[in-house]
Nanobody, 129 residues
Framework: QVQLVESGGDLVEPGDSLRLSCAAS????????IAWFRQAPGKGREAVSC????????YYAASVKGRFTISRDSAMNTVYLQMNNLQPEDTAVYYC??????????????????????WGQGTQVTVSS
């Protein structure tokens, strides 16, 4: 397991951008596939994006494709989620998760019920005018 800390959540207006960070200490995130999930009040958890461990493949939910970008900075040991053109429906607590399984992203976005081994505590994103 790895300890993950999310940051970057904020209250923004529709059309604004935010960059969320998922940082780890003590172990390199290069050894993990990293996913971002979100959970809005009264709704289930939704997979937003995933970055594969070895092939750096990226996956996005249809609702965020073209607006969100996941990336990894190995030097900073951080994975980012750049979120552009935010909309009220993006309001949620955003969590990052890590797992050493190299293929986990393809299973996650293949509609498989997959659980990641490590989770952060979440960061709140609120989009409102």
């Amino acid at each position: 397991q790895v300890q993950l800390v999310e940051s970057g959540g904020d209250l923004v207006e529709p059309g604004d951008s935010l960059r969320l960070s998922c940082a780890a200490s003590g172990v390199s995130l290069d050894y993990f596939s990293i996913a971002w999930f979100r959970q809005a009040p009264g709704k289930g958890r939704e997979a937003v994006s995933c970055l594969g461990r070895d092939d750096h493949s990226t996956y996005y939910a249809a609702s965020v494709k073209g607006r969100f970008t996941i990336s990894r900075d190995s030097a900073m040991n951080t994975v980012y989620l750049q979120m552009n053109n935010l909309q009220p429906e993006d309001t949620a607590v955003y969590y990052c998760a890590a797992d050493a399984w190299v293929s986990i992203c393809s299973y996650l976005f293949g509609n498989q019920r997959i659980n990641f081994g490590s989770w952060g505590q979440g960061t709140q994103v609120t989009v409102s005018s």
